[in-house]
């Protein structure tokens, strides 16, 4: 090979330049780049609970990617190394979570213990308990277990270590992309941007898996705060979202002559520019119909300014916070398919609302539940039709049938529901969710 110079090693690599904070197209000073491409990662911090050689492998990511600057293969090799850590950050959690014992299942048989100090112990007694067809004991279930990376995050997944529907996707694709790594076919060159984005995705997946959740975060988001807020719509089709507090003050001018607005006081997601979890459907809210993107909850209305600013003076709600992940949605069928609704408010219904086949569908959205149920009438869509998670997109489908099957598993998966009926309150205008009742 060619021998070069310390100074050749240390001069800035042309394609790595090629990379700004506007994508590709102007080049960066060396000095810009070095350092806009180490803020990319310079967030993804592991919280202290994670095991030592997890850490230290991480870490050692994060030094090699700042020399990307220097030479564009690195963020290639950054991009495969992160997918090894993700094999290795399950088997460290593996092993703290075990705390030193593995018990199988045995079919027509006890339930057999073993001693393990490394994670090669696990493997070799998972092979072997594997070919007896054993499984392994996660809590109260038992799981098929080789020890290898696939059945590894299965075990994180029945453990709860790991949560949401669309990481779970996620979670595949590295999976995927992992054994291409380790068995690679062909040629593939990672960017900065995506050599970045896999090294936070592995960063979000560690914490989580020491049960920490990434505040802002892609695939493990912290609970989301959520504020209390009014919105007001008029005749005309105009709608407005306030924090309450601003209610205090006079309305916007042109609105105080006509005080058609109505108005409900709601806990919801408040838009916040630039959040990458803004609810970009609030205007779509529906007491009855999940159809805003997060959960937003009625409080009190429909009134005019003055009674909902005498109900917050009176009732002073507080905001709280919500995790939107893996929520149970049942989507009624009944001559059409009706948007997803709330387990608590299904079992609020009448007996004549009951009516036509109900699916009980987790999803981290709505917007998911419903594109599962609708793309399930297509055969050829690939979509799961039995209970289990969905191989054609993030939900999982946890019963199909009449409202009683629906709920029935709704109360399985989340327990007791207490049934709610709201006031029928929905904004007048929609665009996403034009179709209801
Ligand atoms: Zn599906």
Redo the contacts with the bound molecule.
């Keep these: 090979m060619e021998i070069r110079s310390l100074e050749e090693l240390c001069a800035a690599d042309d394609l790595s330049l090629a990379f700004n904070p506007y994508g590709l197209g102007g080049r960066m000073k060396p000095e810009d780049a070095a350092e806009f491409q180490q803020r990319q990662i310079a967030d993804c911090d592991l919280t202290a609970g994670v095991a030592a050689g997890t850490r230290d492998s991480f870490e050692r990511l994060r030094t090699v990617f700042a020399y990307g600057v220097l030479c564009y293969d690195v963020y290639t090799i950054v991009g495969d190394q992160a997918l090894l850590i993700y094999e290795q950050a399950l088997r460290d959690r593996f092993l703290e979570w075990c705390a030193g014992t593995i018990t199988f299942r045995v079919p027509q048989a006890l339930d057999v213990s073993y001693t393990v100090s490394s994670y090669d112990d696990v493997k070799k007694r998972a092979d072997r308990m594997t070919r007896q067809r054993a499984k392994l004991v996660v809590a109260n279930q038992a799981i098929e277990f080789n020890g290898m990376l696939h059945r590894l995050r299965l075990w994180a997944r029945t453990a709860g270590l790991l949560r949401g529907r669309r990481s779970r996707a996620v979670e595949e694709a590295l999976a995927r992309l992992r054994n291409y790594v380790a068995h690679p076919s062909g040629h593939r060159v990672d960017t900065p941007v995506e050599a970045a984005r896999t090294v936070q995705d592995l960063a979000e997946l560690i914490n989580q898996l020491w049960g920490q959740a990434t505040p802002g975060g892609r695939l493990y988001p912290a609970p989301l705060r959520r504020e209390v807020a009014v919105l007001s719509w008029n005749g005309s089709g105009r709608a407005r979202m306030e924090p309450a507090h601003a209610l205090a003050v006079p309305g916007p001018m042109e609105d105080q002559e006509d005080d058609e607005y109505q108005h409900v006081v709601v806990r919801a997601i408040p838009f916040v520019p630039g959040s990458r979890w803004d609810d970009a459907h609030w205007s779509e809210f529906d007491t009855r119909y999940e159809t805003t993107r997060f959960p937003t909850d009625y409080l009190w209305g429909p009134g005019t300014r003055e009674e909902a600013q005498a109900w917050l003076e009176q009732e002073r709600p507080e905001g709280d916070s919500v995790d939107f992940t893996d929520r149970v949605f049942l989507v009624q069928d009944h001559g059409r398919l009706l948007p997803p609704m709330r387990p608590a408010v299904a079992a609020g219904l009448p007996d004549d609302e009951r009516l036509g086949v109900w699916h009980a569908v987790r999803a981290d959205f709505p917007d998911d539940a419903f594109a ?1 149920v609708r ?2 009438g297509d055969r050829s869509a690939g ?2 039709r039995r209970p289990g998670n ?1 191989p ?2 993030s ?1 999982e489908v946890l019963r199909s049938g009449s409202y009683d099957q629906a709920l029935r598993a709704a109360a399985a998966a989340l327990g007791p529901i207490q049934a709610v009926q709201l006031p029928s309150v929905r904004l007048p205008l929609s665009t996403f969710w034009p179709d209801r009742p």
Excluded: N
Aim: glycine share 12%; net charge neutral.
């Design positions: 599962h793309g399930s979509h799961a969905c054609a997109c939900a």
